[in-house]
């Protein structure tokens, strides 16, 4: 299993320790006494009631085994704080199994928004790029500091934000902006290149309607203008 | 384990949830299955307007959970289908009246007493989806052919994926086969090349849809209506019936057909 433990907390048993996540805020509980970790958790939550009103929490509880009783009440305990409880980590299988069956996640997304902004481990140095393979629907937004490569659709409404190049393995139909730090070298291509807005460093460009069938582009600064070339292979 | 939750949702307004929701739920009775539609709407109900129950509301959702009432004292039963059964907004609160987990807990209630809970959820991405969404099984969006409903669709899927409740299936409402031939509407097709989900049905537009909502009355009774058809396939399909889907471009045909029959005669 995949799932994050912060294993620090482990060590102490009156801690709760909370982080900000995708999801929502990643609380991790201390070791010792179910009834008493329960206790310091909603203590931790009324405490800081103001700060996290209307959160979504994901709950670590380590190896706790814990049934549906248990894990239930805190649910409603949770949401009487204005806080909804949507997930629950455990390496218990019976806690896991417990958390699905009240409907709540039992693992999370590894982080895509966030991860990005980490170096990746490549072997091409001074390049960092992050591949995403699924399809981008309205309202995401990726931010990258080097290259970005979707392999799948960019929808309207859909954003990328990339220090470097953008490459789009599909149709690209939302906002993109490549050399976002002011880069001029950037460029952006995509199999169907159909932008809502194009940027590239401090230019903006939108896409001309009716274009007939679609196909691949790659769109450069040229004399301070973003100009969208078709692809050929064996052409620079 | 029992009944089969079903939320339909939409991001826009005004798309046919609540009609989609009312008519799902009238076909599947029809088929003898026991239905209890939840209106999750709260604040600003509509659903018992559309099944005609406005005036046997005693007793709603909030009630509910917050113990004034035992479930089954909420639960409406239609006044034609005895199997149907509606649990009805509060109009004098808000959406925070009640939480996801609240909703999930209502559902497993109901699992055992019904064959299918179908949840009208409000429209927005805010505490009032996350509650109806939060106990389904399924989740069927809702679009119109209009490119700012399928961009908001394209939203909800991406919030439906991100909490792991998909894969969405979609209906697209109010379709307009002449406005598609003239290519001045979006195609099913159209749209479901951006949301690239599986489509579970399309209704043909019918100016009668309006008429029986305001009656209270659904159109999947009606055995003469287009849109009546739709909606009962789209309830078989969801029993796991594999139904064709209809020609709609043939009701031009028809319609063309006949009225070429007609003028010989009455000129």
């Not at chain 1, 009716?210 to 600064?221: D, T, Y």
């Not at chain 2, 849109?227 to 309830?235: E, K, P, T």
């Not at chain 2, 029993?239 to 009455?266: C, W």
């Amino acid at each position: 299993m995949e799932t994050p433990h912060l294993s620090e907390a482990m060590d102490n048993p009156a801690t709760v320790r909370i982080k900000g996540i995708r999801e929502g805020l990643l609380i991790t509980l201390g070791e010792g006494d179910w009834l008493e970790a329960r206790q310091t958790l909603l203590e931790h939550l009324r405490q800081q009631a103001e700060f996290l009103r209307g959160g979504r929490l994901i709950l670590d509880v380590g190896n706790r085994v814990l049934r549906a009783a248990e894990l239930g009440q805190l649910r409603d305990e949770i949401s009487e704080e204005d806080l909804s409880l949507w997930g629950v980590l455990s390496n218990s299988p019976v806690t896991e199994q417990t958390a699905q069956t009240l409907g709540l996640a039992t693992r999370i997304n590894k982080p895509k928004v966030e991860r990005t902004s980490q170096p990746l481990d490549t072997t091409l140095t001074g390049e960092q790029a992050v591949l995403v393979r699924r399809t981008l629907r309205s309202g995401f937004s990726l931010q990258h500091n080097g290259h970005v490569i979707v392999v799948g659709d960019v929808n309207p409404g859909a954003e990328i934000i990339a220090g470097g190049d953008v490459v789009v393995w599909g149709r690209l139909r939302g906002m993109v902006h490549a050399g976002a730090d002011g880069n001029e070298d950037a460029v952006v291509c995509a199999l169907d290149l159909s932008p809502t807005q194009l940027r590239i460093a401090g230019q903006i460009a939108t896409t001309p309607r009716h274009r007939g069938k679609p196909q691949p582009e790659l769109a450069r600064l040229q004399d301070g203008q973003v100009v969208a070339e078709l692809w050929s292979a064996g052409k620079k | 384990m029992g009944a089969k939750v079903i939320t339909l949702t939409s991001g826009k307004g005004g798309v046919g949830k609540t009609t989609a929701t009312a008519n799902l739920a009238a076909a599947l009775a029809t088929d003898g299955h026991k239905v209890v539609c939840i209106d999750a709407d709260i604040g600003l109900r509509n659903l018992d307007v559309v099944l005609g129950l406005e005036n046997r509301i005693v007793y709603d959702l909030v009630d509910v959970v917050e113990g004034r009432c035992r479930l089954r004292q909420a639960m409406i039963r239609d006044k034609r289908l005895p199997e149907l059964f509606l649990i009805p907004a509060a109009q004098t609160r808000d959406k925070t009246a009640i939480s996801p987990s609240d909703m999930v807990r209502l559902c497993d209630d109901l699992r055992p007493e019904c064959d299918w809970v179908l949840i009208d959820s409000p429209a927005g991405i805010e505490r009032g989806f996350r509650n109806a969404i939060a106990p389904a099984d399924t989740i069927l969006v809702v679009t119109n052919p209009e490119v700012s409903a399928v961009r908001d669709a394209d939203r909800i899927i991406g919030l439906i994926e991100a909490e792991e409740k998909g894969p969405a299936l979609l209906i697209i409402n109010r379709v307009k086969p002449e406005l598609i031939k003239r290519e001045e509407m979006l195609s099913p097709d159209d749209v479901l090349e951006l949301l690239a989900v599986e489509l579970l049905g399309v209704i043909p537009d019918d100016p009668n849809v309006l008429l029986s909502t305001n009656r209270g009355l659904p159109i999947a009774l009606d055995g003469k209506s287009k849109a009546g058809q739709a909606f009962r396939n789209i309830a078989r399909r969801l029993q796991g019936e594999s139904v064709p889907f209809m020609e709609l471009t043939d009701q031009g045909n028809i319609f063309g057909r006949l009225s070429r029959l007609i003028r010989p005669g009455s000129a």
